[in-house]
């Protein structure tokens, strides 16, 4: 079963989204800050993690992630969620060096069940 991360601080969203996940077979771990997801150890296959969490954003929480850093080990496919179209180009320039995915809210249920299945879109 792969194993997906939420790190969303929007309690309605956060659940919403380990609703669907869960039910396209996901083993889901949800979490409202990246304090919490660096507390969480462990390996994950897709991380979703929202860009304006309440203490810190979304790129500092992923580059801080051991997962994420760990040159051994296979890094998930992570995608930062924002509302906000006022990211700066260092900060797009960044997200896609790191190879992240820039997923705009609101996400449809379509889009993110493509993404999961890992297709393209």
């Known amino acids: 079963m792969a194993r997906a991360l ?23 771990t949800s979490v409202a800050s990246g304090r919490g997801a660096r507390a969480l150890g462990g390996t994950f296959d897709i991380i979703l993690c929202d860009y304006k ?12 992630l051991p997962v994420m850093a760990d040159a051994i080990a296979v890094r ?14 260092a900060s797009r320039h960044e997200i896609a060096t790191l190879g992240l995915g820039l997923l705009l809210k609101p996400v449809s ?3 993110l069940q493509q993404l999961m299945a890992g297709e393209t879109v």
């Open 76 to 89: 998930p496919r992570a995608y930062l969620m924002t509302g906000h179209l006022d990211l700066t180009a």
């Open 109 to 111: 249920a379509r889009m």
């Open 6 to 28: 939420i790190i969303e601080d929007d309690d309605a969203l956060r659940e919403e989204l380990v609703d669907l996940l869960e039910g396209w077979g996901f083993a889901v």
């Open 53 to 64: 969490l309440e203490h810190e954003n979304g790129l500092d929480v992923l580059r801080s």
